[in-house]
């Protein structure tokens, strides 16, 4: 058990013990590029020192330069210029990073120590950069050249096929000038790197990258195409004794249909291959044409790539071979059908069975007795209608081939790519009542009969509301002639023989000397005089037209104007809401309501302002009359009390038409009369209106 560290220290300075401490572990620092690749990420990561010294051989930019040791080789990248050169010897510091495929350096420091050779390249396969084993390092690759094109203004690329695979090898200089490189056997130096699928760190192309055209040494000079060797198409990576040639070849036919970039295709006899072009050369059908280039198998046939025209001649178009039934392109017999119109220019007619439209412009799916073929245009093209008969004149393409027993195979997926629009002719249409069309016939009849029968159903309502309005109108004209012929009669007999009576009175208290007498024929005056007024009001009531019209708001101001004209109080009607319109007999009630609440506030509590306020929601109607009189307390209500009959009239309206009425009063702050009446549901609205 280690002593306490006072104890230590006692023992230390006595000498009477020694206690051992543990030394620091020192710093790490990497001095080869070989421990810099040899890092994992995590590590890379977490940013070791690194003290290198090497020669650069590869400087793309501020953030990727190349450096190589005795070890191998690393990059780095710098946070500003000066960038050294190729060639320059340097001693760099700084810390290690995982980069986007393998660790390498960040942020360095640098001096320059002088200039070295640039180291040689480690000699390669494809393999060798395919699986990434000198990846970021000085590579020698060797090869055929397949052609040399420019990448950009002072970049230029060679495709270079190392065996079966073919790598690019891209050179920061424009295309020299000099003998032709193209089928020449090269030897060439450059950095070993790639395209990098970042989120994932893999390599997805290889390809190699020279500084300058001086790394590049010609092993085989190409031969003058005079001296390409020729074959026929039959030849075309057919056995040899001495093997297949990477080299070039030279091959005749004539041309059946140009596609440009997609590929050109011609004929030889009974034989049709594809031709791709190293650079773009157009031809024209017809024209027989002699071309040099590298055998390359596609899909089902042989084919050749990177070809280079060498001479043309003009010739008639040729004609398609017609093949009796669409089927026989699919033929797995050991006849000449097996395959054989691959490449070649034929003519098929089949039944359009769906067409779509995609990036790659219009596919059309022809159907035979038993295979469908896709038919591929790449220009503007309408369909024809589904279930067209057509005949199509097209290259014919296999697009996959399927095992057979023997070692053989036999197409899979067939493609017919037509030489132009114009190459599809529409031989039949289809008949106008396609399954589709009928189903949509019966669908739209179907429809029709719903919406007949929708429409008779509405129809029916209609008729029925229609018929309740009328019968509703008819109602109110006969109860409004019936309160016409009401008010003529009472204003014909009562009010006349009320007025006669008054006229009597007024002869006989001229008369009457006794005073008693006299009291009882003044008092009597003044109740006739009453019963007229009444009976003017009930008159007026029976004509006033707001009732029968449904109108609350207009009968409500009927009654607040007829208050003003016969006392000198304030009495407004206001609408808080939309008002709907209300039968006539409801309109009547909520009237006599609000009148009698009017006529209380006037003779009992003495206001000097009263508010009439509607307002209605959805399922409920408010009357609220509110005066600012003297009120009365609750404790000792007079609603009820013998003779006084006004407020037992208002709550037996209120309960004739189905609704509620409250009282609320403060002494010496006034009485609100307070109606809820419920409405039935989708009322009729009416804008409110106020006088």
Wanted: net charge neutral; aromatic share 6%; with cysteine.
């Amino acid at each position: 058990m280690p002593l306490p560290s006072p104890f230590r220290l006692l023992t230390l300075l006595f000498g009477l013990g020694c206690v051992p401490v543990p030394a620091q572990e020192p710093t790490r620092v990497l001095t080869t590029a070989l421990e810099i690749r040899s890092l994992s990420p995590a590590e890379a990561d977490r940013g070791i020192p690194v003290r290198l010294r090497g020669v650069v051989v590869f400087v793309e930019g501020v953030s990727a330069l190349f450096l190589q040791d005795e070890t191998s080789t690393t990059f780095f990248r710098l946070e500003k210029a000066p960038i050294p050169r190729v060639g320059d010897e340097i001693e760099l510091t700084a810390k290690t990073r995982m980069g986007l495929y393998l660790p390498g350096v960040d942020y360095a420091a640098y001096r320059i120590l002088g200039r070295r050779a640039l180291p040689p390249g480690s000699p390669v396969q494809y393999d060798d950069l395919h699986f990434s084993r000198y990846h970021y390092q000085r590579v020698s690759v060797e090869g055929i050249v397949r052609s040399v094109l420019p990448l950009s203004a002072n970049r230029s690329v060679i495709r270079l096929a190392m065996g079966s695979r073919v790598i690019e090898v891209r050179i920061e200089a424009p295309p020299r000038a000099g003998p032709p490189l193209i089928d020449s056997r090269i030897r060439i130096t450059g950095l070993a790197v790639g395209l990098i699928n970042s989120p994932r760190r893999q390599l997805v192309q290889p390809y190699v990258h020279a500084e300058s055209w001086d790394e590049l040494e010609v092993v085989t000079a190409a031969p003058p195409a005079s001296a390409v060797p020729a074959v026929s198409a039959e030849e075309l990576l057919a056995f040899r004794i001495d093997g297949l040639g990477e080299r070039r070849v030279r091959i005749d036919g004539v041309v059946a249909a140009d596609f440009g970039k997609e590929g050109t295709f011609l004929r030889q006899g009974t034989n049709a291959f594809a031709v791709r072009f190293a650079s773009p050369t157009p031809v024209a059908p017809g024209e027989i044409v002699t071309i040099a280039g590298f055998p390359s198998m596609e899909q089902f046939s042989a084919s050749v790539v990177d070809a280079e025209l060498i001479s043309r001649q003009a010739g008639p178009a040729p004609a398609p071979t017609v093949v009796p039934a669409l089927d026989e392109l699919y033929s797995q017999s050991d006849s000449l059908q097996n395959g054989h119109y691959d490449g070649h220019l034929v003519s098929v007619t089949g039944t359009l069975r769906d067409s779509f439209k995609g990036p790659a412009g219009t596919t059309l799916l022809m159907q035979g007795a038993q295979r469908t073929v896709q038919v591929r245009v790449t220009e503007e093209f309408e369909a024809p209608t589904v279930g067209s008969v057509l005949r199509v004149a097209g290259i014919c393409q296999v697009e996959t081939n399927l095992m057979a027993a023997g070692f053989r195979t036999y197409p899979g997926l067939i493609s017919l790519r037509p030489t132009a629009a114009g190459a599809i002719e529409v031989l039949r249409r289809p008949s106008w009542w396609t399954p589709r069309r009928l189903t949509a016939v019966l669908a739209a009849l179907a429809g029709l009969t719903l919406v007949a029968g929708l429409w008779i159903t509405l129809l029916r309502r209609q008729v029925r509301r229609q018929t309740e309005a009328l019968r509703q109108r008819i109602a109110l004209t006969a109860a409004h002639e019936e309160r016409q012929r009401i008010a003529r009669e009472f204003h014909d007999t009562l009010e006349q023989e009320l007025a006669g009576v008054s006229l009597r009175l007024d002869g006989l208290a001229t008369r009457v000397s006794d005073e008693k007498a006299r009291t009882l024929v003044a008092a009597s005056r003044n109740l006739i005089s009453r019963i007229q007024t009444e009976t003017r009001d009930l008159i007026s009531d029976l004509r006033d037209p707001a009732e029968t019209a449904g109108d609350l708001l207009a009968a409500l101001a009927n009654v607040a104007q007829r208050f003003r004209s016969e006392s000198e109080t304030e009495i407004r009607v206001d609408a808080l809401t939309q008002i709907p319109a209300l039968p006539a007999a409801t309109v009547h009630d909520l009237r006599m309501i609000a009148r009698e609440s009017v006529s209380n506030a006037l003779r009992h509590g003495r206001a000097a302002c009263i508010s009439i306020e509607v307002s209605a929601t959805p399922t409920q109607l408010c009357l609220r009359v509110i005066d600012n009189g003297c009120g009365y307390d609750p404790a000792a209500s007079p609603l009820g009390r013998r003779g006084h009959f006004g407020c037992a009239g208002i709550r037996e309206r209120s309960r004739k038409i189905g609704a509620e009425v409250v009282w609320q009063s403060v002494l010496q702050r006034g009485t609100t009369v307070e109606v809820m009446l419920p409405l039935a549901p989708e009322p009729h609205s009416s804008a409110p209106s106020v006088p």
